[in-house]
């Protein structure tokens, strides 16, 4: 493992991404509405690596099924339009305004 892996695995930016990882988790699919738990499916967006805050709750079925987003990207896309996109909806499931 490289020096720079390593200190971010120890990192307090790491630490935060994990608990922001597990909250996403504990949301209904973001896409159908399955109840949670779910898979923390990380954005890209403009070439930018994977970011641990940059995540969107996804079951199974639209992760990795046979319409899922890795299986079917273009369909994914078509349905609910680019990932990064539902970004802003789901910080305001995580912190919705009062």
Do not use: T
Not at 9 to 18: E, H, I, N, P, Q
Not at 57 to 69: D, S, T
């Amino acid at each position: 493992m490289s020096r720079k892996k390593a200190a971010y695995l120890a990192s307090d930016a790491r630490k935060d991404g994990l608990e922001h990882m597990a909250a996403v988790k504990g949301l209904h699919c973001i896409c159908c509405g399955h109840p949670p738990p779910s898979y923390a499916h990380h954005v890209r967006c403009d070439g930018k690596p994977r970011n641990d805050m940059r995540v969107l709750p996804l079951c199974f079925g639209c992760h990795q099924g046979p319409n899922g987003y890795h299986n079917d990207k273009a369909a994914w896309v078509e349905k609910h339009g680019p990932d990064y996109s539902l970004l802003d909806a789901v910080a305001a499931m995580i912190c919705p305004r009062l």
